[in-house]
């Protein structure tokens, strides 16, 4: 399995790969073992966040989507793609949460890259850069549902009920979301809302750029969640919260200009998924190798070995589909749109199957909190729900396939 992910990286990257993996063998993942009762602190501030942030920042991954002119980890245009992939996947295998942090920091600092004017990004990227604690989001999900928005289907109905309204000078906010990964803790957040009523999602939904202490935002609560539980992910209110013009980063066709953020996003979140799949394999591997049951290592026992080669062989699968997706993305492919919601999907669906081969070769071991192995399966049924449910990419994929047929709206006729 080790030859097939050196195959696709160059020796810059291999370096890189390298710097990450002694960090998260080193510091992370024994981090994780010692702390595993902080998991379950209700009080989302004692949740460990800091010790780790600091460590990423010092290897200089937090900082990897910054401009280098502001302070930022300089990165190969052609080849940045897949070294996302790969550091997702690095931090990943040692703690899904901590991944999912540092992630929004690199997408959503690529996002203003292309879209900030200039003296926000010069406001802003330095800060980023400086502070470990600095933590992005990224606002889509509201309480009635982001399935629609993810389609998305150009009619009225699906638009977000978050608007935005131009008064004087100001933007004006309301509303409300849901779901958002760093939501409890960001300092900075993109936010989406629709401000022209009736034109459809791709055609009336603006971004919004929020800073955390603007009057009218209010971080209304941490969401409990299953898995990832070192990241916070939070709800918010926005009440007549008010931005400066100049804050509305795309006017009306926000979504669209958001394919830079979801493409890659959605590579990097099946490379963090194959994380936690990898994570699952290697502890298995050598479980199996070592625990001695009816006389022999597990391994011995055919029904252990044949878990272990389908566990293989879906890892395997999952990184070639994600490697074409990668390789579709940096040509600017056609098909590069549908290999992103194919890998996204088929990353979730698989590699949740290898962490339960995972917990059922440790037996009991794998169901107790202290052992550590049910925290991967917990970390990877998150990923079954996140930047689309399972049955929306699928949909997705469909769409991007036959447009005119299953792209067309099955709602009310016109
Ligand atoms: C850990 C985590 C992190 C997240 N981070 C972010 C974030 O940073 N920013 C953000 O904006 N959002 C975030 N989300 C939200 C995520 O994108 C949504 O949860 C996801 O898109 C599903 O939307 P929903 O929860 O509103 O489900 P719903 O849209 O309510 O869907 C419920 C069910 O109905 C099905 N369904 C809905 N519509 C259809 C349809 N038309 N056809 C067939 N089936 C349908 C869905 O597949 C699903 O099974 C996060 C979610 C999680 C779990």
């Known amino acids: 399995m080790q030859e097939m992910i ?5 020796q810059e990257q291999r370096m890189m790969r390298d710097t990450i993996r002694a960090f998260v063998d080193k510091e992370v993942t024994p981090f994780i073992r010692k702390n595993w009762e902080r998991e379950w602190d209700m009080k989302p501030e004692n949740r460990p966040s800091r010790e780790l942030l600091e460590g990423a920042h010092r290897i200089g991954v937090r900082t990897l989507g910054i401009p280098e002119e502001f302070g930022g980890t300089p990165l190969d245009p ?16 040692g703690d899904s949460g901590l991944a999912d942090k540092l992630v929004q920091i690199w997408k959503i600092c690529k996002l203003l890259a292309n879209i900030a004017p200039r003296h926000l990004q010069e406001r802003w990227f330095p800060q980023i850069a400086e502070d470990p604690s600095f933590l992005l989001a990224h606002c889509l999900t509201e309480p009635r549902g982001a399935s629609d928005r993810w389609l998305p289907y150009d009619v009225p109905e699906a638009m977000m009920h978050t608007r935005a309204a131009l008064k004087g000078d100001k933007w004006v906010i309301n509303g409300r979301k849901q779901f958002i990964t760093n939501g409890y803790d960001a300092k900075l957040y993109v936010v989406y ?9 791709t055609k009336g939904t603006s971004s919004f750029l929020v800073p955390r202490d603007t009057p009218g935002l209010t971080v209304a609560r941490c969401n409990e969640t299953l898995g990832g539980r070192f990241m916070n992910n939070g709800e918010l209110v926005f009440e007549d919260c008010a931005v400066p013009r100049d804050h509305c980063l795309v006017e009306d066709i926000a979504m669209t200009k958001a394919g830079l953020y979801f493409r890659p996003g959605k590579i990097i979140v099946a490379a963090k998924n194959l994380g936690v799949g990898m994570a699952a394999f290697e502890r298995t591997a050598d479980y199996v190798q070592n625990y001695v049951q009816g006389g022999r290592i597990l391994i011995k026992h055919q029904a252990v070995a044949m878990r272990l080669a389908d566990m293989a062989t879906k890892l395997n699968a999952v990184r070639a589909l994600l490697n074409e997706a990668v390789r579709a993305v940096e040509a600017k492919a056609p ?6 919601n194919m890998v996204k999907m088929f990353a979730s669906v698989e590699i949740f199957q290898v962490v339960q081969h995972a917990v059922e070769l440790h037996g009991g071991n794998g169901i107790m909190l202290d052992f550590g192995v049910e925290k991967l399966l ?7 729900h996140r930047d689309a449910t399972v049955d929306i990419s699928r949909f997705k994929i469909v769409k991007g396939l036959f447009p005119h047929t ?3 709206y099955a709602g009310p006729e016109p």
């Open 378 to 384: 917990r970390d990877a049924s998150l990923f079954l």
């Open 406 to 408: 299953a792209g067309i």
């Open 6 to 10: 050196e195959r696709a990286l160059s």
């Open 193 to 201: 809302a629709t401000t022209k009523p009736g034109a459809g999602i």
């Open 335 to 340: 098909d590069a749109d549908v290999l992103c």
């Open 78 to 93: 052609e080849t940045e793609v897949q070294t996302f992939a790969l550091v997702a996947e690095e931090l990943s295998r």
